[in-house]
Nanobody, 111 residues
Framework: VQLQASGGGLMQPGGSLRLSCVVS????????MAWSRQVPGKERELVAS???????DYADSVKGRFTVSRDSAKNMLYLQMNSLKPEDSAVYYC??????WGQGTQVTVSS
């Protein structure tokens, strides 16, 4: 299973970014998918998850600002991030389940 996240970059506070994740080697159709983030020296934080049926869960730190979605037919996972804050800066990873993480994409929120 390979997961490749993309869409990160530098954004000013209050801005938006949309992360995408393409999954290959398996189908995500019956799997809970997730996004996490990690800052060097800190533990990984589970940001959002989405079940096969569409049920979503979010970390308190991103509720109301981030939206996770999936396109199981395309084996794709997305994370829409709005009202970004400097504390959202991290490397973001997409996950097959909540314990297998792919390559990440850097998000930096700074003025």
């Amino acid at each position: 299973v390979q997961l490749q996240a993309s869409g990160g970059g530098l954004m000013q506070p209050g801005g938006s970014l949309r992360l995408s994740c393409v999954v290959s080697g398996t189908t995500i159709r019956l799997k809970t998918m997730a996004w996490s983030r990690q800052v060097p020296g800190k533990e990984r934080e589970l940001v959002a998850s989405i079940a096969p049926g569409g049920a979503k869960d979010y970390a308190d730190s991103v509720k109301g600002r981030f939206t996770v979605s999936r396109d199981s037919a395309k084996n794709m996972l997305y994370l829409q991030m709005n009202s970004l804050k400097p504390e959202d800066s991290a490397v973001y990873y997409c996950g097959y389940g909540t314990s297998y993480w792919g390559q990440g994409t850097q998000v930096t929120v700074s003025s």
